[in-house]
């Protein structure tokens, strides 16, 4: 059964302090690896999708970076506009995949 | 381009009553996929559409069904609702080629009371 872990659970940033947020994974071979933003009341928005170890993704404050076991997200110089929960999830390459398994979130908060 | 609609927003119902969710998918995006969302955990898949019919279930019990229409907009169906289905219920488009990322709609929060 795929398997996603993210650390720490909640994370308080000064703003402008740099940081990342782990994402741990488990599956049997992996297709694709997503972030997700979520604001309290909303549904996820899309950030990245990683495909391979090695892989580097940026946009503004944000990279997402992808080995075989784990994913991180580093924020850099963070806004209090980032503050949200940041979501992690894996799509399986068999015969599942239809379907995305998310880690339960960090939730981010930074303050001014 | 029009994003991922959900509707009710907010759902307030009673131990073993039935409920209907309806989503409209993003302009262009043919499959449908539900997920929900318990407080303070992660989305957890229920069910995709492609083509009206149904693509792939996550671990939920019958009670929880769904209908695809011509238009790729659907609906979630819940029977004999029990409290544990207190949630906020996603829906989420995307194009059928596995690499399109999925865009999720705002929720319908319901309730069991």
């Known amino acids: 059964e795929d398997q996603v872990t993210q650390s720490p659970e909640a994370l308080r940033l000064q703003e402008g302090e740099s940081s990342s947020l782990n994402c741990s994974y488990t599956v049997s071979g992996l297709r694709g690896l997503f972030w997700y933003r979520q604001d309290p009341g909303k549904g996820p928005e899309f950030l990245f999708t990683?495909?391979?170890a090695g892989e580097e993704k940026e946009k503004e404050r944000l990279k997402a970076t992808l080995t075989k076991k784990e994913s991180f997200l580093h924020i850099t110089a963070p806004k209090p506009e980032d503050s949200a929960t940041y979501l992690c999830?894996?799509?399986?390459?068999?015969?599942?995949?239809?379907?995305?398994?998310f880690g339960k979130g960090t939730l981010l908060t930074v303050n001014p | 381009e029009t994003g991922v609609t959900q509707s009710p927003t907010h759902l307030i119902k009673t131990r073993g009553q039935q409920v209907t969710l309806r989503c409209s998918s993003q302009s262009g995006h043919n499959t449908v996929s539900w997920y929900q969302q318990a407080l303070g955990q992660g989305p957890q898949f229920i069910f995709q559409?492609?083509?009206?019919?149904?693509?792939g279930r996550g671990n939920f019990p019958p009670r929880f069904s769904g209908l695809q229409f011509p238009n790729y907009s659907s609906e979630l169906n819940v029977n004999a609702l029990e409290l544990d289905d207190s949630a906020l219920y996603l829906c989420a488009s995307s194009l059928a080629s596995s690499d399109s990322p999925l865009h999720f709609g705002n929720g319908t929060r319901l309730t069991v009371t």
């Open positions: 990683l495909y391979s």
């Open positions: 999830a894996v799509q399986p390459s068999g015969g599942s995949n239809y379907k995305l398994t």
């Open positions: 559409y492609y083509r009206e019919e149904e693509n």
